[in-house]
Nanobody, 126 residues
């Protein structure tokens, strides 16, 4: 059974950094589309960063230059380095993946994905 497990969240002060990880279990092959989404209290879930098997990477405008997404060589773990955090980055961060997907910027704009982790909380204090 396919499963995504996130780790690495926590509480930091503004300007701090965190590294989030997502491990994929049970997938018969490396999901072509994987990424990170976040949901702040009272707000809609939004895409943060995505990485694809063809090497393409997409970022939300709000995190460009501060967040870096990467994937291990086996394609079973994706990481998100988040730096220069602000209180506006406070949210539950979720890992998502699709086995069948259209690679491109639309994947990050869409939140209707098949596989989701349970999330990891990131809290940034001022």
């Amino acid at each position: 059974q396919e499963q995504l497990v996130e780790s690495g969240g926590g509480s930091v002060q503004s300007g701090g950094s965190l590294r989030l990880s997502c491990a994929a279990f049970g997938f018969p092959y490396r999901p072509p589309c994987m990424g990170w989404f976040r949901e702040a209290p009272g707000q809609a879930r939004e895409g943060v960063a995505a990485i694809y098997t063809n090497g393409r990477i997409d970022y939300a405008d709000s995190v460009k230059g501060r967040f870096i997404i990467s994937q291990d060589s086996a394609g079973v773990v994706i990481n998100l380095e988040i730096t220069r955090l602000t209180p506006e980055d406070t949210a539950m961060y979720y890992c998502a993946a699709d086995r069948n997907c259209l690679i491109g910027p639309q994947w990050l704009l869409d939140v209707a994905h098949k596989y989701w982790g349970l999330g990891t909380q990131v809290t940034v204090s001022s």
